[in-house]
């Protein structure tokens, strides 16, 4: 068993270097290393044609930079590896890490992307050292919490996904929301989008980005091509004061469906003591409430969010009422559940 790990590279010398040097002291797993030269600069062009003397690496030079969806497309095309990851040339590797990120993808046949954890996911305390906070990591070895979608800063995935959703749809072009697309479209096909625990891969976040021209436009209209397709995602609050019954049961499944389909969940429970199961998903907040001032604190937290929710749900027609009554200014509908 192998992994292609591929990289477009546009510059960004000694980001570049950083990056590949990681992979080749840090990666434990057979792997083979397909990097676009995506018309860099002559210096990073160089460094690039050096690494043809190492093993396993495969280079592609394009005179232009052809962007970094038709990039990711075009090494693609020479992989025949039972896995594939797509990298950032902005990322630095730690010890295991592609093993690990494989051995979680095998845990499942239905999970087809895994994401490590990264400082890009919230995953980094700036008082650690990139490796001393990996290897702390190590201690959740083998699980993995399940994801809205997947980020391509360093993004795994198997033969047998690709064979089915094919090549990243290049509407992209200079990248954002091709990876976001590619999870609906694996979770459409009952693939888990996941993250692995017990791994780490550190990014220098938008750098990749920064010299690229009208990148706010080429962002904000990939995002308007992305929610024509797949619809916006929303902002859903349920307020559970009855966390027993065949009510909540229902609940649940519809919930965590939701936040299968990249949604943002937030769930206010009522009290401490018995709380309900609910599996661990990175789209979904939990809190739970004290019973005393219960429905003035939920209040209080609709009104003071920054970015209001599109749907509130709630188990009680009486809270209902009051949320109404105190909360004209958002626009959002609120809903009884089950009613």
Known sequence: MKCDIIIPVWNQLELTRECIKSIIRKTHYPYRLVIIDNGSDARTHAYLESLKETEGVHLIRNEDNIGFV???????KVSDSPFICIMNNDTVATDGW???????????????????????????????????????????????????????????????????????????????????DYSRKAEKEGYLCVRAKGTYVYHNMKSSFA????????????????????????RLLYIVTKSHGKLFDWMRDDIYKKARGGNWVWLFFKGHNEKPQMPEHSNMKLFYLSPLFF????????LKKKKPFDSVYVDDPGLIRKIKRFDKSHKHETILMGG
């Open 98 to 180: 592609l093993r690990e990120m494989v051995d979680v993808a095998n845990l499942k046949e239905e999970i087809g992307l895994v994401n490590p954890s990264s400082n890009n996911l919230g995953q980094h305390k700036e008082s650690s050292t990139i490796d001393d906070y990996a290897a702390k990591l190590k201690r959740s070895k083998g699980e993995y919490i399940e994801m809205g979608a997947c980020i391509g800063f360093c993004m795994l995935f198997k033969r047998e996904l690709f064979n089915k959703l094919g090549y990243l749809d290049e509407i992209y072009k200079e990248g954002n929301f091709d990876d976001t």
């Open 211 to 234: 010299k690229v021209k009208n990148y706010e436009q080429s962002f904000k209209r990939n995002q308007e091509v992305f929610n024509r397709r797949w619809g916006r995602p929303k």
């Open 70 to 76: 038709k990039a990711v497309n075009q090494a693609l």
């Open 295 to 302: 429905e003035l604190n939920c209040i209080t937290r609709i």
